[in-house]
Nanobody
Framework: QVQLAESGGGSVQSGGSLKLSCAAS?????MAWFRQAPGKEREGVAT???????DYAESVKGRFTISRDNANNTLYLQMNSLKPDDTGMYYC????????????????????WGQGTQVTVSS
């Protein structure tokens, strides 16, 4: 089982940037960022699979970038041009074995989750 720990959340004004980090205790086939706003369902934001393919939610394309540092087993999410609608709890997730690695994947197939980090964007 992979252990995950997020960091880097905070409060910024609209148009600002944040970079989230997720330290993983081991390797996974699919790494992902999900988010959940108050009163809304958890949604996939960005995914990155072992071969290096990425997928993004339409709402963040062109603004967010998912990447990883393989040497340090760390996943990142660079978030630029942040909007109030980006506010929510951001979770790092991982699936060790190969599976569909896209933002549309059911969160239930991700076997490991971090504790979450809060991102608040004010207008």
């Amino acid at each position: 089982q992979v252990q995950l720990a997020e960091s880097g959340g905070g409060s910024v004004q609209s148009g600002g940037s944040l970079k989230l980090s997720c330290a993983a205790s081991g390797n996974a086939y699919c790494m992902a960022w999900f988010r959940q706003a108050p009163g809304k369902e958890r949604e996939g934001v960005a995914t990155l699979d072992r071969p290096g393919r990425t997928d993004y939610a339409e709402s963040v394309k062109g603004r967010f970038t998912i990447s990883r540092d393989n040497a340090n087993n760390t996943l990142y999410l660079q978030m630029n041009s942040l909007k109030p609608d980006d506010t929510g709890m951001y979770y790092c997730a991982a699936r060790v074995t190969p599976w569909t690695c896209r933002v549309s994947v059911d969160a239930a197939v991700m076997g490991a989750w971090g504790q979450g980090t809060q991102v608040t964007v004010s207008s």
